[in-house]
């Protein structure tokens, strides 16, 4: 079974680069609006994204707990601006999980990435391995999306 994930890691890292330049002094209040009134907001795509790199470290088999789970899941209903995490805090927890992310995936275990899929989680492959090549892929969707909403509140372009 092939075990470097060197173009996962690659994919990862190049995902936390673009956001990295993405979120860089974006105004605090800023993380709260969109485009549309039934649009993910700055904030809700950084925890998102912190949640589901979470999920990657646990497919792993690396600790990481999901404490936003609730507030930034697929289909969580919008609420007040004040019931999410401040600007800082979601920037140490982007930090800490990336970091982790980038470290787990240096020399993942082939054992556990030839383990079968549990019952729920995406997979290409229905192996751990496809599952984190599915979750490679879903933060870069994600990171498209931050890329296009620092230009959209006229703070420029993030790549090029």
Not at 58 to 68: D, F, I
Not at 90 to 118: G, I
Not at 148 to 155: D, F, I, V
């Amino acid at each position: 079974m092939e075990t470097d994930f060197t173009n996962i890691a690659g994919i990862f890292k190049s995902n936390t680069d673009i956001v990295n330049k993405a979120i860089a002094n974006i105004d605090p209040e800023h993380w709260f609006k969109g485009p549309g009134d039934d649009s993910n907001h700055l904030m809700f795509l950084m925890g998102h994204l912190v949640v589901h790199r979470g999920h990657t470290l646990r497919a792993l088999s690396v600790e990481w707990k999901n404490r936003w789970l609730s507030l930034f899941s697929q289909g969580a209903e919008r609420l007040a601006d004040t019931a999410y995490p401040s600007v800082e805090e979601m920037r140490a927890a982007w930090e800490e999980v990336s970091t982790k992310l980038a470290n787990a995936l240096q020399q993942p275990a082939a054992d556990r990435l030839a383990k079968e899929t549990p019952k729920g989680l995406p997979t290409y492959d229905g192996k751990i391995s496809g599952t984190v090549a599915f979750f490679a892929f879903h933060d870069a969707y994600h990171t498209g999306q931050i890329s296009y909403l620092r230009k959209w509140l006229g703070y420029g372009k993030t790549i090029g």
